[in-house]
């Protein structure tokens, strides 16, 4: 069980912190490569494009300005890149070898740009700031939806993953995904507690047996968790004060595991999990 291939998530601002540090700490300990994916807008196509739409035309001053800020955006996130690599002691720069950090260009638009790298990542890694912007919340959406990727929501230092974890279980495809992606980071936890809703459970559609799930963890070496039974009409709450109140630093769930539009009028459990910003580090699959 490793992480040996890692996306990190950087758009030059708020989020990058957690998302670079994080990730370059597991490539060190997973004797990883992590690639590091700018998502911030390319301002100078878009404006042309919309120019090219208007019948208007961009002067070659206005654009180079553009094209300069998305310069310093870009040198921006390397030089926070370099500096995370240095600090977990990961080689930084293109090449082969691991552990190993890289920035990539900044070409595609982002969410093709996920699309086309998270098909073999082993994780796609976003800060917590990136959700509270509209283009990473765009891509956060791509990369765990259409492209059914994991996602870790970095909310604290590497150091929090060798702290609880807490499994939200109720026996869906999307939290058996999750909880095989957060395989790795289960090993380093100091216990485990499997977290389950009794209130909210489909017994019709999934089998949410507890023993099942720590028999699949015990076959892959990471041990077994305690039993944690809650009752709450808000699920995606109550699911996330059970993993607080067992001082979880990690939280492995399903995402929308319901129709889009039954989230989109009820809220749903992911709903909650992602408002929880001072809650624990977020594993999330689709």
Known sequence: MSLKHIIAIAAGGDGDSRSLGLSSSLASQHDGVVEVLPIYPDSAADMVALGMTLGATMSPEAIEELAAAERELQGRIEEAARAAANQADVVFGPGEGAPRMSVMGRGLRPALAVSRHAALADLVVFGQGHL???????????????????????????????????????????????????????????????????????????????????????????????????????????????AKGRLATLLIAGAWGHSRLREAVFGGATRAFLGGKDGPNLLLAH
């Open 132 to 242: 509270d912007h509209g283009p990473g919340r765009d891509v956060f959406g791509q990369c765990l939806l259409g492209d059914r990727a994991p996602v870790l929501v970095a909310r604290h230092d590497v150091d929090s993953l060798s702290g609880p974890a807490a499994i939200a279980w109720d026996g869906s495809p999307q939290a058996g995904r999750a909880v095989k992606a957060a395989l790795p980071l289960l090993a380093m936890a100091s216990e485990i507690h499997i977290v389950q809703c009794v209130t909210g459970l489909d017994r019709s559609a999934t089998d949410p047996d507890i023993e099942a799930l720590n028999a699949y963890l015990r076959l892959h070496g990471v041990g077994e968790g305690a039993e944690v039974l809650i009752e709450g009409e808000d699920e995606g709450a109550a699911l996330l004060s059970a």
